[in-house]
């Protein structure tokens, strides 16, 4: 709403029209510092930012500047040059290059420090060949023909293979190649030689460095040709691959699951429910025996037999055998003539333990004495220094002894306490016995009284 319509509104004069006024700056005017919009600053107002608040603003938000168009145009031209990284010799390459430069080939020097070699190749002399790196495949031309390809590529073999082209040492013979593999075998084996005959201050590190030059050829080809056949592969081929592969899995698993079978059978039959290990085929072979069929047949594929088993020894010799070694065999356990004829022929496997573990501990109502019994006498109760049998044998009837010394002072002790019970209940009957006949000779006299009375009124 403009002033006119505020003037026809309230029905006053309208302002006739004056000479127009300059607008004139105000002298304390505040000039926008540069980076701020002029829209923001006009919102600002009055709180105009500081200088430091303006300069740190304008440092964070720096607006992208005009590019200048009045500068003299650069001119490129597609130059020749020679790599730093290459002999003068070398063929030439080319790239675009500024003419107004000073010096145009100050961007090859600047690019030329970035081209840093690769691996560097192992160097011998004459002499060393002739000594150990001699092949009747390879002369020593061509070993040096080889090695200043690998040193001109990197190491990198492919291209090697790739620009091997041999031409002898005039260079007018029939031109050779080599494959990777070849090329491979032969630098490796060079390195292999050189730092195995090389005096070497750390042994290891030189044992490391020959396995890191290992390379073996004949695996190498034939692994190659794996790949490219499975590369090559038809789909009707992967399909039946991938068939057998399941068939073979799953023979696997029934034959898993036979021989677990197999082997439930046998510890039910043969009555080995505890103590024995998982059968394998070798442990069946040992237990019923080897077929005569299976051992013909690896007699005649000239196979070796298992060896026979050992003789057994007369029972006096295997007791001075046993005696001499300190070897004691557990008595096995008597056989109930009720039980089968498997049971009784194959008993139940013992495992081996520690004779320590077979002491019998004592009653847990007389632990506690038989501990304090024993600690008395200077004995521990629950290891010994020499767990032998004699030891452990003299231990248990120690244990059984002392069992049987607190049982019997148990039984002795409560004897006495009986004693004493029957011995005071006695003497506390004396004084209730004259009391009793006191009671008795007052309840006499009052009968007797009564009856007495009785009589006389009766008479009367």
């Known amino acids: 709403m403009s002033s006119s319509d505020v003037r026809s509104i309230l029905n006053l004069p309208q302002a006739q029209a004056g000479p127009s006024a300059v607008r004139r700056s105000p002298a304390n005017a505040v000039k926008k510092p540069d980076g701020i919009s002029r829209e923001l600053y006009a919102l600002i107002g009055d709180n105009a930012p ?30 020749p040059f020679t790599p730093a990284a290459r002999d003068a010799s070398s063929t030439q390459l080319s ?73 002898g040492v005039t260079g007018t013979a029939t031109e050779r190649k080599r494959s990777v593999e070849e090329i491979k075998d032969r630098y490796y084996t060079i390195c292999r030689r050189l730092v195995r005959t ?29 790949a490219s056949e499975l590369f090559h592969l038809t789909a009707a081929e992967i399909a039946e691959e991938e068939a057998l ?21 046998m510890r039910t039959v043969m009555g080995l429910d505890s103590g024995l290990v998982e059968f394998d085929q070798s442990n069946v072979e040992t237990i019923f025996g080897i ?16 060896p026979p088993p050992p003789p057994k020894k007369h029972p006096k010799d295997q007791a001075a055998f046993d005696l001499a070694h300190c070897i004691y065999h557990i008595p096995p356990p008597p056989t109930n003539p009720q039980s089968s004829h498997l049971a009784s022929k194959h008993p139940v496997h013992q ?62 002790d409560r004897v006495e306490q009986e004693l004493r019970t029957v011995k005071a209940q006695k003497e506390g ?32």
């Open 50 to 79: 500081s200088l430091a608040e303006a300069q740190a603003s304008i440092a964070a938000v720096k607006y992208r500047e005009k590019p200048s168009l009045k500068s003299k145009k650069v001119h490129w031209e597609w130059t």
């Open 95 to 167: 790239h675009w290059a500024r003419i107004t430069d000073a010096d145009p080939n100050a961007s090859v020097e600047y690019f030329g420090k970035f081209n840093l070699h690769g691996p560097s190749v192992m160097e011998y002399s004459q002499f060393e060949y002739d000594q150990h790196l001699t092949d009747p495949d390879w002369t020593s031309h061509e070993t040096s023909y080889l090695f200043d390809l690998l040193k001109t590529y990197d190491l990198r073999f492919i291209i090697t293979a790739d620009r091997y082209a041999y031409k």
């Open 198 to 226: 090389r005096t070497a201050s750390d042994p290891q590190a030189q044992q490391q460095l020959i396995h890191a030059y290992a390379f073996d050829k004949s695996r190498e080809i034939k692994r190659k040709q794996y």
């Open 245 to 265: 592969y399941i068939e073979i899995k799953r023979m696997e698993q029934n034959e898993r699951r036979y021989r677990a079978d197999r082997d439930d059978l």
């Open 291 to 306: 077929d005569k069929n299976k051992k013909r047949k690896r007699a005649d594929e000239g196979e070796p037999l298992p």
């Open 351 to 412: 495992p081996v333990h520690l004779r320590s573990t077979k002491i019998p501990p004592p009653k847990p109502t007389a632990a506690i004495r038989i501990t304090e019994l024993l600690n008395e006498l200077g004995i521990s109760a629950h290891k010994l220094v020499m767990p032998t049998r004699t030891n452990i044998e003299m231990f248990d009837s120690l244990l059984q002894a002392a069992g049987a010394l607190i049982e019997m002072k148990r039984q002795v």
């Open 429 to 460: 009957l004396l004084p209730a016995t004259e009391s009793r006949k006191a009671r008795s000779e007052s309840v006499t006299s009052t009968d007797t009284t009564t009856t007495t009375t009785n009589r006389r009124s009766r008479g009367l």
